[in-house]
């Protein structure tokens, strides 16, 4: 008797750990993630209208955390390792988990807003970038650069490919245009858990690292500075800043490998993951 290969995808996918201690996720998974994803991307689009020159970055904090409250959700941050905001808001030259507060948003600022949401227990990370006002020229460039190299490191998620050539694309992306890649930060796999291996590098060679199996869910989450890659944190043990003080962008999107690609979690709804300009 023949065996009929395509009605046995399901039972091929157990649940499984690799060598490397990456999660191989079920078909049925990717409808969880989805609906966390959609949340997550649904708030970043909604908070737009709130971000303007004069507003608190805590102001827009809270309103996040009403929405997630509303649909039935939770923050995947409130009460994680003692942090106890519904989003990181990062402004400027803050590269990653600036903590939302009493400070006013300025005319030019540029600033990051990242929301993780569970729903149903899965996990739904995403991140963009927002200008209040008019911004500068240098800062639409550098928006743009982190946004297309987020997006060229996607293209390389694929089975057969490595964690390391969507690093070496994301890389090669950010450097030709003479800015640097933060290394002190990373993606991370996810699904019913936050932060599970691997760590996803924003920089490699190609071919290094774990090779992408369909069923694998990460983040990529590229952080890129206008000058040095370094960062320090900050006293407050969250808020990490350029050494240099030049500014910082990061997009993050929320992915599961499929059998001939992606798919993207957290795609905007309203088509507004990439800030509009003009
Ligand atoms: N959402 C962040 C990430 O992309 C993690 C934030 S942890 C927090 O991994 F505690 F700072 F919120
Ligand atoms: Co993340
Ligand atoms: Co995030």
Redesign the pocket.
């Known amino acids: 008797m023949i065996l009929k290969r395509g009605g046995q995808l399901k039972d091929e996918h157990p649940g499984r750990v690799t060598r490397d201690g990456i999660r191989i996720h079920a078909a049925e998974d990717f409808a969880g993630m989805h609906r966390a994803g959609r949340l997550a991307a649904t708030i970043l689009d909604e908070i737009a209208e709130h971000v303007f020159p004069g507003q608190t970055t805590g102001e827009i904090d809270r309103l996040i955390e009403e929405r997630i409250e509303a649909a039935g959700a939770q923050s ?3 009460g ?4 106890r ?1 519904a ?2 808001i990062s402004v400027n030259h803050v590269v ?2 600036g ?1 939302p507060g009493d400070k006013k948003l300025r005319d030019g600022d540029i600033l990051n807003i ?3 949401v569970i729903v149903d227990g899965w996990f739904g ?3 963009r970038m927002y200008v209040a006002g008019k911004h500068s020229r240098k800062a639409e460039r550098l928006i743009q650069v982190t946004h297309d190299a987020l997006m060229t490191g996607i293209e390389a998620v694929k089975p057969g490919n490595t964690f390391g050539d969507i690093g070496h694309a994301i890389q090669t992306h950010v450097e030709g245009h003479r800015m640097s890649v933060v290394r002190d ?1 990373c ?2 796999g ?1 699904g019913r858990v ?2 599970a291996p691997p760590n996803v590098l924003h920089y490699g060679r190609p071919g290094s690292g774990a090779r992408l199996e369909e069923g694998m869910f990460f ?1 990529i ?1 590229p952080m890129v500075n206008l000058g040095r890659p370094e960062t320090k944190v900050l006293s407050d043990d ?1 808020t990490a800043v350029t050494r240099d003080k030049s500014l910082s962008a990061q997009f ?1 999107h929320s992915v599961g490998v499929t059998a001939d690609g992606v798919e993207i979690f957290t795609l905007s709804p309203a088509g507004r993951f990439h800030p509009t300009y003009g």
């Not at 994680?80 to 942090?83: D, L, P, Q, S, V």
């Open positions: 995947a941050t409130i994680y390792r003692g942090y905001h989003s990181c990653c988990h903590i990242d929301v993780t990370d995403t991140s930060f993606g991370h996810l936050f932060h983040t989450e969250w993050e």
